[in-house]
């Protein structure tokens, strides 16, 4: 980490903090020590420590959205363009696994200005899932889905193998390795799909 610049450092450092400790379970004085700068650059570069989860929250969303606009727009079928929007959306889970689990697990959910925070990215993804996904699907199938449901019931989906990769660590030494990247979009795809579509 000594490469990276100070204001990198203090980044990479509370994304490995906060997905292993939480946020408030991170203090600031560890996150200094892990980053090899002083209290005050924390400060000077984020302002605070919620400020710095705040850039993180803006890091993983602008990434995530830019994925689901690239890859849900378009006159291409649903299944296709969900095809494209799994594959391209693992992928990127899988290269940065620490602010997933920061993103998903360990965000303070009785914190307002965080909750509100996250609630307006959230609609951003809402607005594109619904035009993208919610309204082909109910006018190929007739089957309506919010867009308020789908899009955490898909992004849990996709993240759960690597939210549950710690635990199943230690329920078995190889299940990492018994299904690889490929084998799991090609997976969740046909899991997602195939529901989406099944007849009644």
């Not at 450092?9 to 903090?17: C, E, K, T």
């Not at 291409?76 to 920061?102: G, N, P």
């Amino acid at each position: 980490m000594e490469k990276m610049a100070p204001k990198e450092r203090v980044f990479r450092s509370a994304v490995y903090l906060f997905a292993r400790h939480g946020f408030a379970g991170t203090g600031l004085r560890e996150l200094a020590a892990r980053a090899e700068v002083n209290l005050a650059m924390i400060s000077y570069f984020y302002g605070s420590k919620k400020g710095l989860l705040k850039e993180i929250l803006d890091g993983f969303f602008e990434q995530y959205i830019a994925i689901a606009e690239k890859e849900l727009h378009g006159t291409d079928s649903l299944h296709t363009k969900l095809t494209r929007f799994i594959s391209s959306a693992v992928r990127y889970f899988e290269s940065d696994q620490d602010v997933l689990l920061v993103m998903i697990t360990e965000l303070p959910h009785d914190d307002p200005e965080i909750i509100e925070y996250k609630a307006k990215w959230a609609g951003k993804m809402a607005k594109i899932i619904g035009k993208e996904v919610c309204k082909p699907l109910a006018e190929e199938t007739g089957r309506t889905i919010p867009a308020s449901c789908m899009g955490p019931m898909l992004t849990s989906l996709m993240a759960s193998r690597f939210l549950f990769s710690p635990l199943m660590k230690r329920v078995s030494g190889d299940i990492e390795n018994s299904v690889n990247t490929e084998s799991y979009i090609e997976i969740i795809t046909t899991l997602f799909l195939q529901g989406l579509t099944a007849q009644e």
